[in-house]
């Protein structure tokens, strides 16, 4: 069910699409529908373009990523698109915190370039001022009619300048968050670096469902709620770590059966044990009382049936 499909090779980096892509087709025709007027082929057009531009936009953040991952010698495994973003998957973490922070810095990089890029462009544009204040903030009072160069070149701005800003946010697990996490590995250790990060990771997130309410914009809605519940698991899996690390073996120790098994004993004898106890291992004691070994119930029970 959770699958995904290899698109290709990019840079040499095995690039798959998320099963969940299957929606974004969906949501194309939702999004170009009309009441009153039904389904317009011109807003399908523009959806569609508008959808391979923006994930060509977090291809190449994550592209940013893996790419910066091969360059300090770590293997990056594929990359995932999701409809609401996308994961470059590096299994091992780089030996230099510097090169972690690099590796992570590198996805909104790409993104300040591309948005840099478009910049210059827009502004050349006769009104390019407001163009730019246009697509920094879309909902307010300017009313412009940009052409359509001018809106490809506003959304690679606006867009870039988003998904890198966002993703620099310090809460986990954003880019911003683990590059958090990686700095403060060494002064505060690694469990109090993540207790941190996946903190204030939770901490933001709230922030951005009230925030995405107030602005009623579902799609922020979603990131926000996937970096809250990505945050409380990855603080809940530290802190059962650590109650592991607390727990000692006398904690969970079971109490041997009152009859001890001999090596000289039967198997018959040990199975007579076995069917006083539910322990799926007994030990073994020699005739000087020392621990000599285990047997296990399995192996007992498939040997000889009798
Ligand atoms: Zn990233």
Not at 143 to 169: H, Y
Not at 227 to 247: D, K, M, P, Y
Request: hydrophobic share 50%; charged share 15%; with cysteine.
């Amino acid at each position: 069910m959770f699958r995904s499909w290899r698109i290709g090779r990019i840079f040499g980096v095995p690039t798959e699409l998320h099963w969940s892509f299957l929606l974004v087709p969906l949501a194309i025709l939702v999004y170009s529908y009309e009441t009153g007027i039904g389904l317009r082929w011109s807003q399908v057009q523009w959806w569609s373009s508008v959808t391979i531009l923006l994930f060509g936009f977090v291809l190449v953040h994550e592209l940013g990523h893996a790419l910066t991952a091969r360059w300090c010698g770590v293997h990056a495994q594929k990359i995932i698109l999701f409809p609401l973003g996308g994961g470059a998957l590096i299994p091992h973490e780089p030996k230099r915190v510097s090169q972690e922070v690099l590796i992570y810095a590198a996805g909104p990089l790409a993104n300040v370039l591309l948005a840099l890029l478009a910049l210059p462009v827009l502004l050349y544009q006769p009104g390019g001022g407001y163009l730019i204040q246009y697509y920094l903030n879309p909902t307010g009072n300017l009313i412009v009619l940009p052409t359509l160069t001018e809106q490809l070149l506003g959304i690679t701005f606006a867009v870039n300048a988003v998904l890198a800003i966002g993703n620099l946010l310090p809460a986990y697990p954003l880019d911003g968050g683990r590059i958090l996490r990686a700095l403060l590995k060494r002064p505060i250790g690694d469990r109090r670096a993540t207790v941190v990060a996946t903190l204030l990771g939770i901490l933001i997130g709230v922030g951005l469902i009230g925030f995405s309410w107030h602005l009623g914009d579902p799609v922020l809605s979603l990131s926000a709620l996937f970096i809250v519940s990505f945050s409380a698991l990855e603080l809940n899996r530290g802190w059962q770590r650590r109650q592991l690390e607390r727990t000692e073996l006398v904690d969970v120790l079971r109490p041997a059966p009152a009859d001890r098994i001999y090596t000289t004993d039967s198997v018959a004898r040990a199975r007579a044990l076995f069917a006083k106890t539910d322990a799926r291992v007994l030990p073994v004691y020699d005739n000087w009382n020392q621990l000599s070994g285990f047997v296990e119930r399995e192996g007992l029970t498939a040997g000889g049936s009798a």
